[in-house]
C-alpha cells in the first residue's frame, strides 16, 4: 500500500507561481512511476508530469514544458517519497484540481495508476 498526501495548492493571479508537495509513504517506493495529474470538469485528467523513484529524469506535457519543474526526495529506506511540482508563469488554464499519483513498475495513463492522492485545487485568475 502507498499512501499520498497533497499540499501546496491556492489561488494565484496569472504570472504567479506555486508549490506542490506529495508525500509518498508506504513499504517500498523503489520501482514506482510517480506523477501529478489534473483535472478540470468535464475534462479528462491530464498527466502534468512524472519521474520514476529510482531515476531522475522528470517527463512533462508539452502544456507546462519550461513553466513547471518536478523534484523528488526520497528516502534512505525507500519508504518515503517527496514529490514537489514547482509550477511557474502559471496561466488561466493551469487551473484544475491537482492530483498526486504512484504505480509500480510501469507508468500508465490516468485510469492505470493504483494509488491516488485526495487532490489539492489550483486556481489561476487572468
Known amino acids: 500500500q502507498v499512501q499520498l498526501v497533497e499540499s501546496g495548492g491556492g489561488s494565484v493571479q496569472a504570472g504567479g507561481s506555486l508549490r506542490l508537495s506529495c508525500v509518498a509513504s508506504g513499504y517500498t517506493l523503489i520501482r514506482h512511476c510517480m506523477a501529478w495529474f489534473r483535472q478540470v470538469p468535464g475534462k479528462d485528467r491530464e498527466k502534468v508530469a512524472f519521474?520514476?523513484?529510482?531515476?531522475?529524469?522528470?517527463?512533462?506535457?508539452?502544456s507546462v514544458k519550461a513553466r513547471f519543474t518536478l523534484s523528488q526526495t526520497l528516502s534512505e529506506d525507500n519508504a518515503k517519497n517527496t514529490l514537489d511540482l514547482q509550477m511557474n508563469s502559471l496561466k488561466a488554464e493551469d487551473t484544475g484540481m491537482y492530483y498526486c499519483a504512484a504505480h509500480p513498475f510501469v507508468c500508465p495513463d490516468a485510469d492505470g495508476f493504483h494509488y491516488w492522492g485526495q487532490g489539492t485545487q489550483v486556481t489561476v485568475s487572468s
Open positions: 519521474i520514476w523513484t529510482d531515476g531522475n529524469n522528470p517527463k512533462y506535457a508539452d
